[in-house]
């Protein structure tokens, strides 16, 4: 039995059977869940903001969507997947608080890194084939390195496997 290898926020972790990874509290936060079928190389990050143009001296790359993304494909190539197979699952995005009296629309956060985690993932050519992202709760998931499924589990919700 394999191990299940935690992902902090602003990280990113890949591994192979029998590990697995999984990553709590994702709010607004993107649990994004890259998978190859064949090698079975599996691939999780936990992306906080959607761009990382916009803040100057960054180095965690793993924080943001744009350079989150590119990074956990390069470690999963490195590592033997081909990027020809890879599909992506994503979770999270949540709206997690309503401040009233002005204009939401501008400020949702979680909107904004699922829009930037489709974005870039269509930029690579990687297919997004499942997501759970958005409402208002947060989200933890776990993802399975034999057969690429993702488990997301929600307080007051009922577990469901994209």
Known sequence: MGQMIKVGMA????CKPPDNLTTIGLGSCIGIALYDPSTKITGLAHIMLPDSTAIRNNSNIAKFADTGIQKLLDDMIKA?????????KIAGGAKMFEISGSNTSSINIGE????????KLKELGIRLVAEDCGLNYGRTVE???ED???LIKAV???EKSI
Request: proline residues 0%; hydrophobic residues 35%; charged residues 25%.
């Open 80 to 88: 033997g997947a081909n990027k020809a197979r890879i599909t992506a």
């Open 148 to 150: 690429g499924r993702y």
């Open 156 to 158: 007051g919700k009922s």
């Open 143 to 145: 993802l399975y390195s």
């Open 11 to 14: 990280d990113l972790n890949i």
């Open 112 to 119: 904004k890194n699922a829009a930037a985690c489709r974005a």
